[in-house]
């Protein structure tokens, strides 16, 4: 009898399940918008704040914190019910979206980016646990695929509307605009989401996920240690790098004794799990890593206002969605993964190939095509990490196999970040020191550039340009390295009867 009520849906009234479905995707759109929103403010309050060092960290920050907390949310959901533990993510990031908005110095926007990146990872995590108890198994997938549109709709978005809120109502409106759907989400979550007691208790790898997000926290740190500590070989920094390999240790030992760990060291004996890793790392830094570098490059090169430039964010999104669809429709085919992961990073190096030789001069429109190639790229392999580990590993790993992919596809767009924030700080500090009339080139917001006289501005433009050249040749070599271990893959055909006797056994 236990079984049968297990199985049901948790709502049994169509339409309280439509309403509730839809104050879910409200909340799954807040949480993902956030990084892309923020992209085309960034040279705003870069001019409001100063220390274009720490710009990398408006991003990185929340996607770091929504790495370190994703791993835990689903068990958390599954030990005192997923009712409590979603509306908590996002009071949680509801109360850190305030304080961005409220943020009177980077320091404090960065912590309370942190805030928001840690209710922001709950309620991407607890969203999909949510539907999986409103909606049976068939009806399911129906709407799940409405979260993926809901994800790319966030994406093409978010860029504009940053824009547009940025120009119109200034920076802080992006974060507080959340508070009053935040609100209203909590509570029709509070009065319309019936709590499901849950009906076994898991063992969380508590020591896992800390250990493991030390390690990830530490890597990011070290590779912003030339603007944190003056120097990559400062005593600090290589304190962090130290912590950071005991904790890497620590980590492994603790993986093996785990009941149910984060990640089962027995999926690193398949090579083809490492190179899908490698290249979701390599991916997560060109694709997610690279958003908020392409607004500040737009609005300090091309002169382009804030909005303007997230409307030239439809091109990359645009191609993202294209070689995504085509992606799909070609594997579904085929079965087979590896000609889209070839191809996607080969386009990710010849598109950053092309933007290192673009100058402050460069054509907005060639620009914005490099970028649609970019993104055509990062749509044609942006599942192939997933699908490729998910029939790679035994049955009883899928999840963590997925959450891994995950995991590594944001670890990696935050060492991105702060490598790419390391390069621009360093070489404006070099360029942008001797112009005319400019007393702190990072200071200048693009209002600012616009208002300055046209020498002034096109210096300004050209010590921006110069800045991001060493910056595009680095993420060109990422592509590259992520192509190599596309390259390496086996030329897998995925099973075409391995649907067949899963629905069978779930009938």
Request: aromatic share 8%; net charge positive.
């Amino acid at each position: 009898m236990n079984m049968q009520v297990a199985v049901q849906p948790l709502v049994t009234d169509p339409r309280r399940r439509l309403i509730l479905f839809l104050f879910l995707m409200a909340a799954l759109f807040m949480a993902t918008l956030d990084n892309q929103i923020v992209a085309t403010a960034l040279p705003t309050i870069v001019g409001e704040f100063g220390q274009i060092e720490r710009f990398g960290w408006i991003g990185s920050a929340y996607l770091l914190a929504v790495s370190a907390v994703m791993p835990l949310y689903g068990k958390l959901g599954d030990l005192f019910g997923r009712k409590y533990v979603m509306m908590a993510a996002i009071i949680i990031f509801t109360v850190g979206s305030t304080l961005c908005g409220l943020a009177v110095s980077m320091d404090t926007l960065i912590a309370a980016r942190v805030l928001q990146g840690l209710g922001g990872g709950g309620i991407m995590v607890s969203i999909f646990a949510v539907n999986a108890d409103l909606f049976e198994p068939r009806e399911r997938a129906k709407y799940q695929s409405y979260s993926s549109l809901v994800l790319m709709a966030s994406g093409a978005i978010g860029p504009v509307l940053g824009g547009a809120m940025s120009d119109l109502f200034g920076w802080r409106s992006i974060f507080l605009v959340n508070v009053p759907i935040g609100a209203i989400v909590i509570a029709g979550l509070a009065f319309m989401l019936p709590y499901r007691k849950p009906n076994r208790r898991p063992k969380i790898d508590y020591a896992g996920a800390l250990l493991l997000a030390m390690t990830t926290s530490c890597i990011v740190l070290a590779a912003d240690g030339s603007q944190l500590f003056g120097s990559l070989v400062a005593p600090g920094n290589l304190a962090i790098i130290a912590l950071g390999i005991v904790c890497a240790i620590a980590w492994v030992l603790v993986e093996r004794r785990a009941a149910e760990p984060i990640v089962p060291l027995s999926l690193f004996r398949n090579p083809t799990f490492g190179l899908l890793l490698v290249m979701s790392v390599m991916s997560g830094a060109i694709g997610i890593g690279m958003v908020n570098y392409f607004a500040l490059f737009l609005q300090t090169t091309t002169g382009l206002s804030p909005s303007a430039a997230g409307a030239l964010f439809i091109l990359l999104t645009g191609g993202i969605v294209c070689g995504s669809l085509s992606a799909g429709r070609f594997i579904s085919a085929t079965g087979r993964y590896k000609p889209f992961a070839v191809a996607s990073l080969s386009f990710g190096t010849v598109a950053f190939a092309l933007l290192s030789q673009v100058h402050a001069g460069t054509p907005v429109l060639i620009i914005g095509a490099i970028m649609a190639v970019h993104g055509i790229g990062i749509g044609l392999a942006q599942q192939v990490p997933i699908i490729g580990v998910q029939n790679a590993a035994p049955a009883r790993d899928v999840g963590a196999a997925t959450g891994s992919v995950t995991l590594s596809r944001m670890g990696g767009a935050s060492i991105a970040i702060s490598i790419y924030g390391a390069i621009i700080g360093s070489q404006l500090g070099r360029t942008g020191a001797s112009i005319p009339g400019v007393e702190n080139i990072e200071q200048l917001t693009p209002k600012m550039m616009a208002a300055l006289p046209e020498a002034a501005r096109q210096a300004v433009a050209d010590a921006y340009a110069s800045a991001f050249v060493p910056l595009f040749l680095t993420s060109c070599l990422i592509a590259f390295i992520g192509l190599l271990a596309a390259l390496m893959l086996k030329p897998v055909q995925l099973p075409r009867t391995g649907a067949a006797p899963a629905k069978a056994a779930a009938e």
